[in-house]
Nanobody, 124 residues
Framework: QVQLVESGGGLVQAGGSLRLSCAAS????????MGWFRQAPGKEREFVAAINWNWGSTDYADSVKGRFTISRDNAKNTVYLQMYSLKPEDTAVYYCAITTRSGSYSSLGRYDYWGQGTQVTVSS
C-alpha cells in the first residue's frame, strides 16, 4: 500500500502564500505522477497541479497558473505545492494523489492513492 501525508495547510490572508507538502511512503513504483487536487465546500473535487516523478513534466489548472508551483524532492519522496497570491476562492481541502496509469494528469479518475487532505483557508 501507499501512504500519502499532506501538511502545510492553514489560514492565510488574501495575497499571502503557503507551501503544502505531501510525503509518500510504502509501495514504490517505477513510473508515476503525483497530483494535487482540492475540494471546496459544496463543490466537486478539482485538479490543481501534477508532476511526473521521473521526467519532472508538470501540468496546472488554468485557475492557478502563474500563482502555484509544483515540485518534488526525490530523496524525500515528497511533492510540494507552493502557492502565491492566494485568493479566497482558493479555500478548500487540498489532497495529494498518485497515479501509475497513462493519460491526462488532470483526470481525477486516474488516481488510485489519496492522502487525507489539508485545509487551506484564505481570508479576504
Amino acid at each position: 500500500q501507499v501512504q500519502l501525508v499532506e501538511s502545510g495547510g492553514g489560514l492565510v490572508q488574501a495575497g499571502g502564500s503557503l507551501r503544502l507538502s505531501c510525503a509518500a511512503s510504502g509501495r514504490t513504483f517505477s513510473s508515476f505522477v503525483m497530483g494535487w487536487f482540492r475540494q471546496a465546500p459544496g463543490k466537486e473535487r478539482e485538479f490543481v497541479a501534477a508532476i511526473n516523478w521521473n521526467w519532472g513534466s508538470t501540468d496546472y489548472a488554468d485557475s492557478v497558473k502563474g500563482r502555484f508551483t509544483i515540485s518534488r524532492d526525490n530523496a524525500k519522496n515528497t511533492v510540494y505545492l507552493q502557492m502565491y497570491s492566494l485568493k479566497p476562492e482558493d479555500t478548500a481541502v487540498y489532497y495529494c494523489a498518485i497515479t501509475t496509469r497513462s493519460g491526462s494528469y488532470s483526470s481525477l479518475g486516474r488516481y488510485d492513492y489519496w492522502g487525507q487532505g489539508t485545509q487551506v483557508t484564505v481570508s479576504s
